[in-house]
């Protein structure tokens, strides 16, 4: 059998570039769940409970002795395509087989890509002395997971991707004077992220037996197969934040998290099937690529205005255009480079709380969150984005003291998106036509205790 594969070398790059690149798109901000019920306005400057230590390490001089606080968030994201126009690769006959000559059938739109997702977090503080505190956060800064039906029409750009990551971050923080105070972290953080999709991995003349259908005779078909990428690395950052009181009912705060670079590695495997005998071939090679997770910055508000009512606000940027394009290099294939096109986003959030007694408090929230991607032929099946707007209610519960229990929930819709995507290679991957409409249910509880 004379069977070249002419295209396995770019398919390959190709899906482990885009597996790595699909990683950087999610970052989650349910580091706490005391600021879910505010859309987490004022995340920098509330400083309630030892959760600072993620959005301002300085706020940890506000808080007393050994205090504790840990909580979980259950989101539940959905996402659902309407096909408006998708086409498969060119020349696709056969795919899987390369028996039938007639055109693999398109496929449906997906299901709903969304499913249950669980992002915990534990946090620590201690004041040591009236100017000095320590603070250790262990959270999941980034991840999600889309995973489509698998015979889906946009196969070919992706069927399922999935990141998890772990940060933890030491940190310390100054009381400068009465006033200001200043906070630096440390962070160590672990990613690990697997991409799943359909591939075209190439394409050959095939001299048919007798027997076999004579529409193939010399025929040139092109063969499709299975490939996924798993990659993980662990890699390095810092944060500083900065806290200051003009008066006791008000504070204004400034943090930053500085950019992390994973130099992440792992394997790539593409798997398919020989039209003539049958039998299933595989080919596993080394991968390595280099991604900066992008850095964030975060300006807060709050104010007491009464024993009543409290307000607060934030905005927020993040760097996404850290994530132009991703490169990604191999033992065995050529360096491949995959333009993202990712633009830095802003966030804008305002909340209110209501405290109805000495134990119970109400809060509410509101944020506009922008989307790093801005054109439908940027917008990835991975990574099915658009500009997102937050309605969040929680409550909080001090049943003592030193003992605090806290409730939220938000409803995140997005906008309508388009999607008018082939990767830059309609022949490859086919053109991923039509729109998506998303939203996200997120529930979570903390509690937090000071000792």
Request: aromatic share 10%.
């Amino acid at each position: 059998m004379n069977f070249r594969l002419r295209t396995l070398t770019a398919s390959i790059a190709l899906l482990g570039t885009a597996g790595v690149t699909h990683a950087a798109g999610f970052n989650l901000l349910e580091q706490n769940n005391s600021g879910l019920g505010n859309a987490y306005a004022g995340s920098a400057a509330v400083a309630e409970n030892a959760s600072t230590t993620y959005f301002n390490p300085a706020g940890l001089t506000q808080l007393d002795g050994l205090q504790i606080s840990t909580g979980v968030s259950f989101i539940r994201p959905g996402f659902k395509f309407t096909d408006k126009g998708t086409t498969l690769p060119n020349n696709l006959t056969g795919a899987g087989t390369g028996f039938s000559p007639v055109p693999t059938a398109l496929g449906n739109t997906g299901g709903d890509a969304g499913g249950w997702g669980v992002v915990p977090n534990l946090y620590m503080s201690y004041k040591l002395n009236d100017r000095v505190a320590l603070g250790l956060g262990i959270s999941a800064p980034f991840g999600l997971k889309t995973e489509y039906e698998s015979d889906w029409m946009g196969r070919y750009h992706s069927r399922s991707f999935d990141i998890k990551t772990i940060n933890i971050n030491p940190s310390v923080a100054f009381k400068v004077d009465p006033s200001f105070s200043v906070g630096l972290g440390l962070n160590i953080q672990r990613i690990e992220a697997t991409y799943e999709k359909a591939v075209p991995v190439g394409t050959g003349v095939i001299p048919v037996p007798a027997g076999l259908p004579h529409p193939l005779a010399g025929k040139e078909v092109y063969l499709s197969g299975d490939a996924k990428t798993k990659v993980k690395n662990t890699g390095y950052g810092w944060n500083i934040g900065l806290l200051y009181h003009p008066s006791e009912d008000t504070r204004i705060g400034l943090s930053y998290r500085s950019r992390i670079k994973h130099k992440a590695d792992g394997d790539t495997s593409v798997s398919f099937i020989n039209p003539l005998t049958r039998s299933t071939t595989q080919i596993i090679s080394d991968s390595a690529a280099s991604v900066s997770l992008p850095d964030m910055a975060i300006l807060s508000g709050y104010h007491r205005l009464n024993d009543k009512w409290e307000i607060m606000g934030d905005v927020s940027w993040t760097g996404w255009s850290s994530l132009p394009k991703l490169t990604i290099t191999n033992a065995k294939l050529p360096e491949t480079t995959l333009q993202l096109h990712f633009k830095d986003s802003w966030r804008i959030a305002v909340g209110a709380n209501y405290a109805v007694n000495d134990a119970w408090k109400i809060k509410a929230g509101l944020a506009w969150d922008q989307s790093p991607v801005r054109h439908t032929e940027h917008r990835l099946a991975s990574l099915p984005d658009s500009n997102r707007y937050w309605l969040s209610l929680g409550a909080q519960f001090k049943p003592t003291a030193n003992t605090t229990l806290d409730v939220g929930y938000a409803y995140i819709i997005a906008d309508k998106s388009k999607i008018n995507n082939n990767n830059g290679n309609a022949a490859a991957y086919g053109t991923l036509k039509g729109s998506y409409k998303a939203d996200s249910h997120v529930f979570g509880l903390q509690l937090s205790h000071r000792f």
